[in-house]
């Protein structure tokens, strides 16, 4: 739901906060599942949304209400969420070998076992996940996980919308590619 | 026969797809397509149906928790309506202006007839003029929104922009009603400023059920013939509720 903070920030006599209160009650949730497909990882994706409500109070007064909040907030979730990704790598270099051990972890062999199987699809999943480009992953989550519109992503990632389209086109294709033995769908 | 790429049948699982009806319709009687969009949908369902960790009802609340102590101390600032554009800032002074000068001559007439300060009556009469030039624009916005093509996808980046600049105006006549006891305009006012809001925060393109949808709300408001009702009753020197 749109909020109308002009209405709420300009006509009532709000306590210090409450404004920003409803943008963080509106959208808390569905910034965390951005994250945590960006950053495959429940706690980063914790820091990350309150990394980026952080990032949006301060920059609250350049929101312009006619505008999309989604695409003000996107922008800065999509952006933590990749600083965040490679400070971690920076900080644990064991994660560079995070999507290995996830390939390691996965058999090849579709499992007769239904949680197995569809464990088995998580991991490739969120393996294959974690080794798409930055720009890749951004559309992408946006576009299948928050059903972004592609001129709605073009504006949050500043990009012209033939390079988002590419970029969900290589995101799917990877993903889908590494479903195959899993799945079998056909290519 | 033709076959679609499979870039265009991920645009077309996306509803994304300029030519969704002929894709449609070729998959109804292409056997080839329709195995591989039937593929596309498997693998992409497959992976919108992964999981996330559940994160409580109270998620939103953890959140403002933990970032609350980390807030500056500075107060908000409110956010500033469209303070990138420099017409809105025109257009709410010019009818300050307006507004000023509405009650100036208003109050010149009544120092003329007795020389004693603004009447009440004439001061209501200014502001009614006064806004009933702010009904007339924000009639051509709504009457022109109407006739967008609703054939496709619908571009409202132009109605925003004047909606945006109208809701400014709009909150100063709307405070101006207040500020002189004038409850059914500025209810009136009220409502309208609802109605520009909707659409300056509306997605800058939209789909034409998005677009009935909304428009469905401004006519079930009567809004269009509250504001003719209004000017009709300014013209005659008439309250709105009168009218």
Redesign the interface.
């Known amino acids: 739901m749109?909020g109308?903070?002009?209405?709420m920030?300009?006509d009532m006599p709000l306590p210090?906060?409450t404004?920003?209160?409803c943008l963080?009650?509106?959208n808390?949730?569905r910034l965390?599942?951005i994250a945590?497909r960006m950053t495959g990882n429940?706690d980063d994706?914790d820091d990350v949304?309150?990394e980026t409500?952080?990032k949006a109070?301060?920059s609250?007064?350049r929101?312009?209400?006619?505008g999309?909040e989604s695409v003000w907030l996107n922008r800065i979730v999509s952006n933590c969420a990749i600083d965040w990704i490679r400070r971690r790598k920076h900080r644990r270099t064991e994660d560079l070998d995070r999507t290995e051990e996830y390939a390691r972890a996965v058999s090849t062999e579709p499992a007769p076992d239904r949680s197995l199987f569809d464990g088995q699809?998580?991991a490739r999943?969120?393996a294959e996940l974690a080794k798409l480009s930055d720009k890749e992953r951004t559309a992408f989550v946006l576009?299948?996980?928050d059903g972004r519109?592609?001129?709605?992503i073009a504006?949050t990632m500043d990009a012209p919308i033939g390079s988002v389209?590419n970029n969900?086109?290589r995101a799917?294709?990877k993903?889908?590619a590494a479903?195959q033995p899993t799945?079998g769908?056909?290519? | 026969m033709n076959h679609y790429t499979?870039?265009e049948l991920?645009?077309f699982y996306?509803k994304?797809s300029d030519h969704g009806a002929e894709i449609e319709k070729h998959l109804a009687v292409c056997d080839r397509c329709r195995?591989?969009h039937?593929?596309?949908e498997?693998?992409?369902t497959?992976?919108?149906n992964?999981?996330?960790?559940a994160?409580g009802s109270d998620?939103?609340r953890q959140?403002?928790e933990?970032?609350?102590p980390?807030?500056?101390a500075k107060?908000?600032?409110?956010?500033?309506?469209?303070?990138?554009s420099w017409r809105v800032p025109m257009a709410a002074a010019a009818s300050l202006i307006l507004v000023v000068m509405s009650l100036w001559i208003a109050y010149r007439t009544g120092v003329q007839r007795g020389g004693e300060t603004i009447d009440q009556e004439i001061r209501r009469q200014a502001l009614m003029t006064a806004v009933s030039m702010h009904f007339q624009s924000s009639e051509r916005l709504l009457v022109d929104f109407s006739n967008l093509d609703r054939k496709r996808s619908i571009d409202l980046t132009g109605p925003?922009?004047r909606?945006?600049s109208l809701?400014s105006t709009n909150?100063l006549y709307r405070r101006t009603a207040d500020l002189h006891g004038e409850s059914e305009l500025s209810t009136l006012l009220d409502e309208l400023?609802?109605v520009l809001?909707d659409i300056?925060?509306?997605?800058?393109?939209i789909t034409p059920t998005e677009f009935t949808t909304l428009w469905s709300r401004v006519e079930r408001s009567g809004l269009l013939i509250k504001m003719r009702l209004q000017e009709a009753g300014a013209r005659e020197g008439r309250a709105v509720s009168e009218v």
């Open positions: 749109k109308n903070y002009a209405i920030a300009d210090q906060g404004t920003f209160r963080v009650d509106e808390s949730e965390f599942r945590y429940r994706a949304v309150q409500f952080l109070y301060r609250f007064d929101f312009v209400p006619g999309s699809i998580r999943i969120e576009r299948h996980f519109p592609i001129l709605e504006e389209k969900i086109f799917v294709r993903l889908r479903l799945l769908g056909s290519r | 499979e870039e991920i645009l996306y994304e195995e591989v039937g593929a596309i498997k693998d992409l497959a992976i919108g992964l999981p996330f960790p994160t998620y939103s959140v403002w933990a970032i609350e980390r807030l500056d107060p908000i600032a409110v956010p500033a309506p469209y303070s990138r925003q922009k909606a945006a809701v909150r400023e609802r809001l300056a925060n509306a997605p800058g393109r």
